[in-house]
């Protein structure tokens, strides 16, 4: 399989027609987050894009860094205007993790699943997050995807190995790997375009690409995850049978047996 090459996945987001913003393209930087957040302050238009070779500050959701050497991931964060009010802004994450698993299953990875808010599995393995960032006085977000592309000759380091996977491992060969990593940054952009003006996501849909261990914790509740709401929304059931849409929180896998 080709090795990832942002040069060419760039030229392919180009031409698959979706209309993105001036793309600003970094062989090294700290964070594409802190880059876009930067732009974003000082103007930058909605759709500004900023893409990094690799970064030596990742920072991933709750204040984890992001594992981003060179030729293994991409590593993307975008600049967003929502026209609508910033009550509405948080679906943004789980809409972008919505679209990011659909693109993945649509790639032939049909075992693809969305861990609430916005991390793509692949069994049971994250291959890809969600930054999202809101800075609703000064009218924008950003929204940062991170894409575990292909490990093939990097050094994961151990516990990072337990816990994630690359996209390469799990398609078909002979797939292009840009292509594949250029479609899922524009299956991103591309649901956040169509669902304007309203934000919200279908959750007959994104419902089904839920995973579900047996019981998890979220923000406190204990319970099964049963759905989301068109706000995003996890909807969980409890021992009782009680149903609970939390908002914010990690979903963490506690099992008993
Ligand atoms: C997560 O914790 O799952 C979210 C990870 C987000 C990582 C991406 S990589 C591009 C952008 N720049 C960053 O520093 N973080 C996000």
Redesign the pocket.
Known sequence: MAPLEIGRLLARVRRMGIEIGRVHFFPVIA????EAVRLAHAGAPEGTLVVAGR?TR????VG?T?F?PAGAGL???LVLRPPVPPSEWPVLSVLAGVAVVEEIQRLGVTQARLKWPN?ALIGGRKVA???TEAFPDAGFAVL???LNASFRGVEVPPDLAEVATDLETHLQPGTDLNEAAARVLLAVIASYQRALPDLRIVPDRAGRLLWTAGEVVVGGVRGRVAGLTPAGELWLVEEDGHAVAVSVGEVTDDRRD
């Not at 964070?31 to 802190?34: A, F, N, R, V």
């Not at 990742?58 to 959701?61: D, F, L, T, V, Y």
């Open positions: 964070s594409t987050q802190d970064q990742g920072r991933g959701r984890r992001w981003s590593y993307a964060s991390d997050g969600i930054l940062g995807l991170g």
